[in-house]
């Protein structure tokens, strides 16, 4: 399934999820329908900070269908860290990075390579 866009109120949410969490990091899991991100997946447990990718990756169930993920960047932007690049390579092919101040432009799509995608807003 190729994903080309994002119901507006799952962006709407990813926001408001940042700015509720802020100042900890959040991460989710992202489910599409169609090519359009539609679904948030709560991961269990609280994930704070930069370097907890590889806790994030243990928690994925297996056998779940998902096609990328969306954390924040409480105080910086919305570029990838090298931690973050290594993350996307193997969670599937969308990832969304939100930032300070959550509005709704402070926010990007990347691909599973880091290079930044569009999504349309539906
Ligand atoms: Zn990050």
């Known amino acids: 399934m190729f994903v080309r866009g ?22 989710v899991m992202l489910g599409a329908e169609g090519g359009i991100i539609n679904t948030v997946y709560p991961i269990a447990g609280t994930v704070t900070g930069e370097d907890s990718a590889s806790i994030f990756m243990d928690m994925i169930p297996l056998g779940m269908g998902f096609v990328g993920t969306a954390h924040s960047h409480p105080e910086g932007p919305v570029s990838p860290s090298d931690m973050d690049l290594s ?5 599937g092919q969308v ?10 432009t402070s926010w990007q799509a990347y691909d ?3 290079q930044p995608k569009h999504l349309d807003i539906v």
């Open 6 to 27: 994002i119901e507006k109120e799952t962006l709407m949410l990813l926001l408001e999820m940042g700015k509720s969490s802020h100042p900890n990091e959040y991460m």
């Open 112 to 114: 599973r390579h880091g």
């Open 87 to 91: 993350t996307f390579v193997e969670t």
């Open 95 to 104: 990832h969304i990075i939100t930032g300070n101040p959550f509005s709704e």
